[in-house]
C-alpha cells in the first residue's frame, strides 16, 4: 500500500498513543449532570487560559460557532462577516437554518474586514422594517485566505466600533491557537475584545474531536440549554475531553513547526516553473497556490497517484495544510511530487 503524504487539511491527524493513554484512563461522569470531572477539568482549564467567566465543551467547531451565534442574537438579526467566513461559506447555512439569521458579506483583503466597511453597513436601530444588526464576526486565522492573522490593531478597532453600535463581537477562533504562536499574541488577548469565541481542538492540536466555545458564564448557561436541544448533550465525554487536554498541554507550543513546515514548502514550490504562490502570504500552517501548466483537478489526482494528497480550493487553487502527522522530510517529498507533476 502507497504511504501518503496527506496535506489536504490538519483535521487529518490521529491520535498518538499518549493521547490514546490519557483517553482509555480518563475519569468520566454524566456529561449532562455536569459531572463528568475531565470535561470540567478541560472547561475550567480553558475558562482560565482565555481569561473568560466560563467554557463548553462542544462536539464540532460548527456547532461551536453557530451556538455562540445563537446565544448572542434573536431570530431576523443578522451578522456582519467576510464573504469568506467559514460560518457563511462551510457551515450548511446553519445561522439561517438554526437562528434565523441574516449575513451581511463584505469583500475583504485576506479575510480582515475593516471598521470603515462595517460602519458603512450596519443598519440603523431605527430602522424597524430592516434586519436588526447584532454581531460582527471575525475570523482568526482565516482558512480561505490561506491561514492569515488577523491583525490585532484592527481587532481593537473593531471592538471600538461595536461598543459604540452596542453590538456583539463574534470569534471564530478554530485556528486561534495558531494565530497565538505566529503572532506571540496570547489567547487571553485575543478572547478579551470578543463576547464569544470558539476554538477547534481537533485541528491544530490533534484530538480526533472537540471544539470549546468561551464567554460570559451567563451565555455559556444559554449555550448548555441550547446543545442539548440541538443534540449535544453527551453522557460519559471525559474520553474525548482528556485528548482536548493533552492536546493543549502538548500539542500548543508545537505548532511553530507546523508554520515552519508550511513555509519551507512555499519556498520550494516557488521554485517549480508551473507554479505560481505568494511565499510572504503563508504566515501559519496553510498554503494556496496555483498551477499553470494543467488543471487543478489533474494535478490533485496525479498527486495522490504518486502518495500526496492536497485539496481543490475554489477556482484555479489549491491548499495545502501542514500538522503535526507530516515531517519536514514529508513536506520535501511534497515538493518534489509536484515538481515531477507540473514541470
Not at 443578522?78 to 469583500?107: R, T, V, W
Not at 440541538?230 to 460519559?236: D, H, Y
Not at 493533552?246 to 514548502?265: C, M, V, W
Not at 480550493?313 to 500538522?323: E, K, L, P, Q
Request: hydrophobic content about 40%; proline content about 3%; overall charge negative.
Amino acid at each position: 500500500m502507497k504511504i501518503m503524504i496527506d496535506l489536504r487539511s490538519d483535521t487529518v491527524t490521529k491520535p498518538s498513543q499518549e493521547m490514546r493513554n490519557a483517553m482509555a484512563n480518563a475519569e468520566v461522569g454524566d456529561d449532562v449532570y455536569k459531572e463528568d470531572p475531565t470535561t470540567n477539568r478541560l472547561q475550567d482549564y480553558c475558562a482560565e487560559l482565555f481569561n473568560k467567566e466560563a467554557a463548553l465543551f462542544v462536539p464540532s467547531g460548527v456547532m461551536g460557532n453557530q451556538l455562540c451565534l445563537n446565544v448572542l442574537t434573536r431570530p431576523g438579526d443578522e451578522i456582519i462577516c467576510d464573504k469568506n467566513a467559514h460560518i457563511f461559506q462551510y457551515e450548511s447555512g446553519s445561522p439561517a437554518k438554526l437562528s434565523g439569521l441574516s449575513m451581511n458579506l463584505l469583500n475583504s483583503k485576506s479575510g480582515v474586514i475593516t471598521p470603515e466597511q462595517v460602519e458603512d453597513v450596519i443598519n440603523p436601530s431605527s430602522a424597524y422594517y430592516m434586519t436588526r444588526t447584532r454581531v460582527i464576526e471575525v475570523e482568526n486565522t482565516h482558512n480561505v485566505a490561506g491561514g492569515v492573522v488577523h491583525p490585532i490593531e484592527n481587532i481593537k478597532a473593531l471592538k471600538t466600533l461595536a461598543d459604540k453600535q452596542n453590538l456583539k463581537m463574534h470569534l471564530d477562533g478554530a485556528r486561534l491557537w495558531n494565530a497565538s504562536v505566529a503572532s506571540g499574541i496570547s489567547l487571553a488577548e485575543y478572547s478579551s475584545h470578543f463576547d464569544t469565541v470558539s476554538v477547534c481542538l481537533s485541528k491544530g492540536l490533534g484530538a480526533p474531536v472537540g471544539s470549546i466555545i468561551l464567554g460570559e458564564r451567563e451565555m455559556i448557561e444559554e449555550a448548555f440549554r441550547v446543545r442539548k436541544s440541538w443534540g449535544g448533550g453527551m453522557r460519559q465525554i471525559g474520553i474525548l475531553a482528556a485528548a482536548g487536554l493533552y492536546a493543549i498541554e502538548n500539542n500548543f507550543n508545537r505548532l511553530s513547526e507546523d508554520h515552519e513546515n508550511a513555509k519551507n514548502l512555499a519556498n520550494l514550490l516557488s521554485k517549480i516553473e508551473g507554479v505560481e504562490i505568494d511565499t510572504s502570504s503563508v504566515e501559519t500552517n496553510i498554503l494556496m497556490f496555483r498551477p499553470t501548466t494543467m488543471s487543478v483537478e489533474d494535478v490533485v489526482s496525479k498527486s495522490k497517484e504518486k502518495g500526496l494528497l492536497i485539496s481543490a480550493m475554489g477556482v484555479g487553487i489549491i491548499r495545502a495544510v501542514t500538522h503535526l502527522n507530516v515531517n519536514s522530510k514529508d513536506i520535501e517529498e511534497a515538493a518534489r511530487i509536484l515538481a515531477e507533476i507540473l514541470n
